[in-house]
């Protein structure tokens, strides 16, 4: 029976270009919706930009020109370098529609209705010269721990300090260069601690849909109990979905000078992309896919793809929007990890944050780039790594030394002895490639998304194709008198093996695929269309090259081209605007603060820094700052009764490192610094971790120890 399947993808933030690490999940994801298109499986696959918030609408004053205008010439961007990378969506939609305000509201009046929504008044820093509230990232001062200047309202990129913005020393408006003020302002909040929320949370995120199949891979499934707490516990807090004027969103109904959040509109695009497509189609009942209430959406599907930055939003916040606004929930969420780039972050001053327009540009083929993501996917939330040297041998070893390699070896023989024409194949050699069994192991793959395990299987069908060819030296045989019609046979039967090979590349090298449809004259190659060689007499065109090898020079030319200096010329310091004079003198202090770090110490001195060895047992986002993330940490200490008692440390890791992945990792800690009181809670104490003189540019890493120590152990 044919599926019906809504699909989407994370909305990109339409103030930045998408980079590769972008391109991970939305490659992901258009594997599995041609895939499911070639089972014969209809499939509905939709976007959106994400367009509302602050940075938006200070970007566009930057630029001088309105937010529309910005978003307008994003949306087209972000369009143009999916589209190269051959992720098909068949609606890029944004969230600044007439579609989504509509959703938005009735969301909204909805949750009211049932009781979810709930005002209160919160303490927030305002930019009396803007006369806006500021999120902690546009607030800026001097660490008050080392004294850098231009530091984040809520963590040191130079010592790594974390704190609260009324904690930074002189405080000033990233916006105006204002000093804050502290206001109070009323809020509204979506009440995710309700019993019912709750209740209905655990079921949902530990289920599984209609097909059997669970909603949330074991990873992400595992991280929802840590947060949701055990059975009788509630450790969600209510989510603060209101923003104060000025602001470029929807205002709420009935709240003048109220927005609603972005975060609230981001999902509820998903719903109002599918219903602008529909709408355009004509053909299509948006409700037969989101109504829970309607018994044809039993019979659909909505699958989200999305990054585990991500998770808590779309395992928490959505299902439960969903629920008690009376629209279906997803069937299943795909998460998928964060890019490295030969095993660090990625980095401006490697020239490893790469953006795909750069990558296009370079003349670096987008379908090399597919394939080797597709390698390394396993359905997981694990994190993909892109080695360069990797990618280099795996294209060149797999794609053309393995699998254009055959028709390249085989299709002149066809053009020049026998007019184009294709002869008998040998049933006993595509009779492996054409098993139902063989199908079946590559099928499963992608339907898991364990795209790794799908290419390992297709390529040790190459090599027996290779072999066969090898075995039978069809360029022997061109030579041998009387030899002709073993070699039509053996080039003819190669061809059919080259063909099944491109049908089951299809979902990762649509386009490579296209050229060999053409190449052989055949229909599109779908996967129920039946097994059998190609026909004896068959009429293929000429054979023109398919794929180029990846050269090393190549590679270093896009690093190249995407490295960003980290020592700009004394001339130009002088003429640059304010903003760029400030992040050359923050360089300038974090090389002073390097030197003085390598000054010597005596022994007394390091002796008074206890570090101990330390295990986290839980980490979790900290709503309402950028860059922290709260840990909990047991370095042995129990209480009165003997029970573990860990301590509770606030890091600035939030934009290296996902909690999920950080829990039940040993790393070092600064056990006898005192506590501080922050706006989020008492942290006891400090994670060590490393980092390049800036803090950003060339990745932040906690220090772990060897396997064998235990939490309590002293570092010396």
């Known amino acids: 029976m044919s599926r019906k399947i809504l699909v989407t993808n994370a909305l990109p933030y339409a103030n930045?270009?998408?980079?590769?690490?972008?391109?991970?999940?939305?490659?992901?994801?258009?594997?599995?919706?041609?895939?499911?298109?070639?089972?014969?499986?209809?499939?509905?696959?939709?976007?959106?930009?994400?367009?509302?918030?602050?940075?938006?609408?200070?970007?566009?004053?930057?630029e001088g020109i309105t937010p529309e205008q910005l978003i307008d010439r994003v949306h087209g961007e972000h369009l143009r370098d999916f589209t190269e990378f051959g992720v098909a969506f068949d609606h890029y939609h944004s969230t600044h529609s007439t579609e989504n305000r509509a959703y938005a509201e009735d969301f909204y009046a909805k949750l009211k209705a049932a009781d979810f929504i709930d005002t209160r008044a919160i303490e927030q820093y305002y930019d009396p010269v803007k006369n806006m509230f500021l999120p902690d990232r546009f607030i800026k001062g001097e660490c008050p721990k080392c004294g850098a200047a231009d530091q984040y309202g809520d963590n040191c990129e130079v010592c790594g300090a974390a704190y609260a913005p009324t904690e930074l020393k002189n405080p000033y408006s990233a916006v105006s260069g204002a000093k804050p003020e502290l206001r109070s302002s009323e809020h509204y909040f979506f009440r995710l601690s309700d019993e019912r929320s709750v209740a209905f949370l655990r079921e949902w995120t530990r289920g599984t849909n209609a097909a059997g199949q669970r909603r949330l891979q074991a990873e992400a499934a595992n991280k929802m109990k840590e947060w949701l707490g055990e059975e009788g516990e509630n450790k969600l807090s209510d989510w603060d979905i209101s923003r104060?004027?000025?602001?470029?969103?929807?205002?709420?109904?009935?709240?003048?000078?109220?927005?609603?959040?972005?975060?609230?509109?981001?999902?509820?695009?998903?719903?109002?992309?599918?219903?602008?497509?529909?709408?355009?189609?004509?053909?299509?009942?948006?409700?037969?896919?989101?109504?829970?209430?309607?018994?044809?959406?039993?019979?659909?599907?909505?699958?989200?793809?999305i990054g585990k930055d991500i998770l808590y939003f779309h395992a928490l916040f959505w299902p439960a929007m969903l629920q008690f606004a009376g629209y279906r929930t997803p069937t299943q969420l795909c998460v998928n990890g964060f890019l490295t780039v030969d095993g660090a972050k990625m980095s401006k001053s490697r020239g490893t944050f790469i953006t795909a327009r750069s990558y296009v540009e370079q003349k670096l083929d987008p379908e090399w780039l597919r394939y080797y993501f597709a390698s390394k996917s396993n359905g997981t939330m694990e994190d993909v790594d892109l080695s360069l040297d990797d990618l280099i041998a795996k294209v060149n070893s797999d794609l053309v030394g393995k699998y254009v390699n055959i028709a390249s070896r085989c299709a002149g023989f066809i053009a020049k002895r026998f007019g184009g024409k294709l002869g008998a194949s040998d049933p006993r050699a595509t009779g492996e490639f054409e098993t139902a069994y063989e199908a079946a192991i590559i099928a499963r793959a992608y339907e898991e998304r364990d795209y790794g395990r799908a290419l390992r299987e297709i390529m040790r069908l190459a090599d027996l194709a290779n072999q066969y060819v090898n075995d039978h030296k069809p360029w022997e045989l061109a030579k041998q008198e009387g030899g002709e019609e073993h070699l039509h046979t053996v080039c003819s039967t190669a061809l059919t093996l080259f063909r099944d090979l491109t049908l089951y590349l299809k979902p990762v090298l649509p386009a490579l695929a296209a050229k060999v449809e053409d190449f052989l004259a055949i229909e599109a190659l779908t996967w129920n269309a039946g097994w059998h060689p190609l026909p004896a007499g068959h009429t293929i065109r000429d054979y023109r090259h398919l794929m180029t090898r990846?050269?090393?020079?190549?590679?270093?030319?896009?690093?190249?081209?995407?490295?960003?200096?980290?020592?700009?010329?004394?001339?130009?310091?002088?003429?640059?605007?304010?903003s760029q004079q400030r992040h050359a003198e923050k360089q300038q202090h974090a090389a002073q603060s390097s030197e003085t770090a390598s000054a010597h110490i005596s022994i007394d001195d390091f002796a008074k820094v206890d570090l101990r060895i330390a295990r986290i047992v839980d980490a979790q986002h900290v709503e309402g700052a950028d860059k922290l993330i709260r840990l909990q940490l047991d370095i042995g200490e129990t209480d009165e009764a003997g029970n573990p008692k860990p301590r509770q440390v606030f890091a600035g890791i939030k934009s290296a490192y996902d909690p999920a992945a950080l829990v039940g990792r040993l790393t070092v800690m600064v056990a006898n610094l005192a506590p501080r009181k922050m706006k989020f809670g008492l942290s006891e104490g400090m994670v060590l971790a490393a980092s390049d003189p800036d803090g950003q540019t060339g990745g932040l890493y906690i220090l772990s120890p060897d396997a064998g120590a235990e939490p309590g152990m002293r570092v010396k």
């Not at 258009?30 to 696959?45: A, P």
């Not at 003048?256 to 975060?263: H, L, M, S």
């Not at 355009?280 to 909505?302: F, I, N, P, S």
């Open 244 to 305: 104060d004027a000025p602001y470029f969103g929807f205002e709420i109904p009935g709240a003048p000078g109220k927005y609603f959040y972005v975060w609230l509109d981001a999902p509820i695009g998903y719903l109002a992309s599918f219903r602008h497509y529909a709408e355009k189609r004509g053909d299509v009942a948006v409700d037969d896919y989101t109504d829970a209430t309607r018994a044809a959406a039993a019979a659909t599907e909505m699958v989200h793809f």
């Open 16 to 62: 930045g270009d998408i980079h590769l690490g972008h391109l991970v999940g939305y490659i992901q994801a258009d594997i599995w919706v041609r895939f499911q298109r070639m089972r014969g499986n209809t499939v509905h696959y939709v976007c959106a930009d994400d367009t509302h918030g602050t940075p938006v609408m200070l970007r566009a004053e930057k």
């Open 550 to 578: 990846v050269e090393r020079k190549q590679i270093d030319a896009l690093l190249e081209a995407n490295r960003e200096s980290l020592a700009p010329a004394e001339s130009a310091k002088t003429a640059a605007p304010h």
